[in-house]
Antibody, heavy 117, light 109 residues
Framework: QVQLQESGPGLVKPSETLSLTCAVSGGSISSGGYYWSWIRQPAGKGLEWIGR???????NYNASLKSRVTISIDTSKNMVSLKLSSVTAADTAVYYC?????????WGKGTTVTVSS | EIVLTQSPGTLSLSPGERATLSCRASQSVSSTYLAWYQQKPGQAPRLLIY???SRATGIPDRISGSGSGTDFTLTISRLEPEDSAVYYC??????????FGPGTKVEIK
């Protein structure tokens, strides 16, 4: 059974770049024809799709974040990465790594990122 | 961009009652691309329904999804205390990706 584990700095300064990784265990990131997505959720609020990457390398991003987001996959490390540049307090949230195509069947537990000086 | 609206915002029901949650889309959504999730406090969301009406692995048959076009429904028959959670609908579009509704909170009295 595939499991996802997000990790990264819990505190990021405004204007800097948020960098998170998602370790995939229990299966190869290259198999199955899945998309690997990042979702975020500010405290007490709803879910926002950030973007996704297919194992072929193609990406789709939320239009509202597209200019600041990069999602990549490292097949040798079985890992998915998220970079979000020029962060502000509005980027403070729990960030989830997920797997799926039209729906998201596998989720990590999430990692909390706070943007503050 | 397709906007999803969920109603009611909060639903307060007793154990054993039926919960009916609505998800309305601003444009027609393919049933193939409509999903429902359950999220309990401090936990990641869990996929309940995909393709508008197909239950995900391990989801009991008292939870069901239906609908088409712009109107979709999640029904939980015979509510149990463990069903207390926030429920989100989600749609997928090849042009704009995934979007989520604002959620419906289900409270068990």
């Amino acid at each position: 059974q595939v499991q996802l584990q997000e990790s990264g700095p819990g505190l990021v300064k405004p204007s800097e770049t948020l960098s998170l990784t998602c370790a995939v265990s229990g299966g190869s990131i290259s198999s199955g024809g899945y998309y690997w997505s990042w979702i975020r959720q500010p405290a007490g609020k709803g879910l926002e799709w950030i973007g996704r990457m297919y194992t072929s390398g193609s990406t789709n991003y939320n239009a509202s974040l597209k200019s600041r987001v990069t999602i990549s996959i490292d097949t040798s490390k079985n890992m998915v990465s998220l970079k979000l540049s020029s962060v502000t307090a509005a980027d403070t949230a729990v960030y989830y790594c997920t797997r799926g195509v039209a729906s998201l069947s596998v989720w990590g537990k999430g990692t909390t990122v706070t943007v503050s000086s | 961009e397709i906007v999803l609206t969920q109603s009611p915002g909060t639903l307060s029901l007793s154990p054993g009652e039926r919960a009916t949650l609505s998800c309305r889309a601003s444009q027609s959504v393919s049933s193939t691309y409509l999903a429902w999730y359950q999220q309990k406090p401090g936990q990641a969301p869990r996929l309940l329904i995909y393709g508008a009406s197909s239950r995900a692995t391990g989801i009991p048959d008292r939870i069901s999804g239906s609908g088409s076009g712009t109107d979709f429904t999640l029904t939980i028959s015979r509510l149990e205390p463990e069903d207390s959670a926030v429920y989100y609908c989600q749609q997928y579009s090849t042009s704009t990706g995934l979007t989520f509704g604002p959620g419906t909170k289900v409270e068990i009295k």
